[in-house]
C-alpha cells in the first residue's frame, strides 16, 4: 500500500484483533497518509447480487482500512462470476455492522450470547450438541426460518417454547402477538404442532401436471465454486416406474460449452417431461448457461415450462417435523439413505478440487454416485408428495 500498487491480490488487514481478508484492494484518487490515492476493498463471490453477509464484510474491511490508511472508502464492491463489479454504500448497513459487531466483541471477552439455532450452526463441528440444547431446552429457534425478531416477540408475549405455542389457537396468538401477521402466526403455530408432534402436516394439496409421454426427469448440477465451473448435469429418467441416470460431465471449463449441447440435445427428446430439482440452483445455471453458450429455441420454450422446483411447490403445502429443509434433510426424514457417510455439497466441492489434483478416478466415482443419490432423493420426494399431499 505504501508502495502505492494499483491492485493487491489477497491483502491482510491487521489493527490488534481484527483480521480481514479481503481478494482484492484497488488504489482510487483521494488522500490517505500514503499520498494522493487510497484504497477500497472488494470480494469475488459466486452469487449475483449484494448479499447482507458480503456488505458486512465490507463494512469491516472499511474500517479496518480507515485505522490503517486515515481514510474510510465510502462504497464497498463485489466481483461476480461474469466479472461484473457490483457497489453498495457502505454508511447503508454501518448501523447493523456495529451492532452485530459489538455482540461478537462480547463474545470474545466471554459473554456467552442468546443460544439460537441457525442455518450456520451446520458448519459448525459442535453442531450435533447445538441442536441436542435446541431440542432439550425446547427452543423457539427449532422452527424452520424463523427470525431471531419473531422469536423475541414471542417471548416477549409470553411465549417461551415449542410446546407452548403448538398449544395456542391462531386467535390467541393474534391478541397475544398483535405486531405480526396473522398468516406467519400460523404457519409458525403449524411448524410448532409438526415438531412438538414429530409429524408431518398437510396445509393445502400440491397439483402436480401430467405429462403425456410418461417419462418424468429428475436433474441436480454438481459445480466448483472456487472456480466457477459447473462441471456435472445429472439426470434420472423415470419411465414406467423404471429409473435410469444419465449425466453430461465436463473436465475442464472449456468443455462446458460441449456439455450444454449435449445437455440441450437431450431436452430437445423431451420435450414434454417434467423437470423436477430442489431448489433455484439448478434454474440459474441453466440461465447462465443459455446466456453464455446459446439455446434453442425450442429446448428454451421446453426448459422455461417444464423446470419445477420441488422446494417451492411444497414450502407453502407441507409442514415436516424439521428445523432445516435442505434436500438430505427431507430425504433423510423420509426414509433415503445417501451412499456415501460424509455426501454433502460441500464434500462434493473438496472431492472435485482433489480429483482435479490427483486425477484419482475414484474420487470422480464417489461424485458421481452422489449427484445420482441427490436425483434419486429428489424422485423420493416427489413421489412422496404426490402420495400424501395431492
Not at 166 to 186: F, G, I, K, N
Not at 290 to 312: F, K, P, T, V
Not at 347 to 369: A, C, G, H, M, P
Request: hydrophobic share 40%; charged share 30%.
Amino acid at each position: 500500500m505504501r508502495e502505492g500498487k494499483q491492485t493487491i491480490y489477497h491483502g491482510v488487514l491487521i489493527d490488534q484483533h481484527w483480521v480481514g481478508h479481503p481478494d482484492l484492494l484497488e488504489r482510487v484518487e483521494g488522500k490517505s497518509v500514503f499520498g494522493d490515492y487510497y484504497y477500497v476493498a472488494a470480494d469475488i463471490k459466486r452469487a449475483r447480487e449484494v448479499r447482507e453477509e458480503y456488505q458486512f464484510q465490507g463494512c469491516f474491511y472499511a474500517e479496518l482500512l480507515e485505522r490503517i490508511q486515515k481514510v474510510k472508502p465510502l462504497q464497498g464492491y463485489i466481483v461476480n462470476p461474469e466479472k461484473k463489479i457490483l457497489e453498495y454504500v457502505i454508511s447503508d448497513f454501518e448501523a447493523e455492522y456495529h451492532l452485530t459487531l459489538s455482540r461478537i466483541e462480547e463474545v470474545i471477552a466471554g459473554k456467552e450470547p442468546p443460544h439460537f439455532l441457525t442455518s450456520g450452526c451446520r458448519q459448525s463441528p459442535w453442531f450435533s450438541e447445538c441442536k441436542m440444547h435446541s431440542h432439550e431446552c425446547d427452543e423457539l429457534s427449532l422452527l424452520n426460518r424463523v427470525w431471531r425478531e419473531e422469536v423475541s416477540r414471542l417471548i416477549n408475549a409470553g411465549i417461551k417454547t415449542i410446546s407452548e405455542l403448538a398449544l395456542l389457537s391462531v386467535s390467541e396468538l393474534e391478541r397475544l402477538v398483535p405486531d405480526m401477521r396473522v398468516d406467519r402466526l400460523e404457519i409458525l403455530r403449524d411448524q410448532a404442532i409438526a415438531i412438538h408432534d414429530h409429524r408431518y402436516l398437510i396445509r393445502h394439496p400440491i397439483d402436480f401436471p401430467e405429462t403425456d409421454s410418461g417419462i418424468e426427469l429428475y436433474f441436480d448440477i454438481e459445480s466448483d465454486p472456487l472456480r466457477d465451473f459447473d462441471y456435472l448435469f445429472g439426470i434420472l429418467v423415470v419411465k414406467n416406474g423404471r429409473a435410469t441416470y444419465q449425466k453430461f460431465f465436463a473436465r475442464t471449463p472449456e468443455e462446458e460449452s460441449k456439455m450444454w449441447e449435449e445437455f440441450i440435445d437431450f431436452i430437445e427428446q423431451h420435450l414434454d417431461s417434467p423437470i423436477y430439482h430442489y431448489g433455484l440452483f439448478e434454474q440459474e445455471v441453466v440461465h447462465r448457461f443459455a446466456a453464455r453458450y446459446g439455446i434453442s429455441s425450442l429446448a428454451q420454450e421446453a426448459l422455461d415450462r417444464n423446470m419445477i422446483d420441488l422446494l417451492y411447490l411444497f414450502r407453502p403445502a407441507v409442514i415436516f417435523p424439521l428445523s432445516f429443509y435442505s434436500l438430505k434433510d427431507i430425504a433423510t426424514y423420509l426414509g433415503f439413505s445417501w451412499r456415501s457417510v460424509d455426501a454433502s455439497g460441500a464434500n462434493s466441492v473438496l472431492w472435485f478440487e482433489e480429483w482435479l489434483r490427483t486425477k484419482n478416478d475414484l474420487l470422480l466415482e464417489q461424485i458421481i454416485e452422489y449427484n445420482e443419490d441427490d436425483v434419486r432423493a429428489t424422485h423420493v420426494l416427489k413421489s412422496w408428495l404426490e402420495k400424501n399431499a395431492t
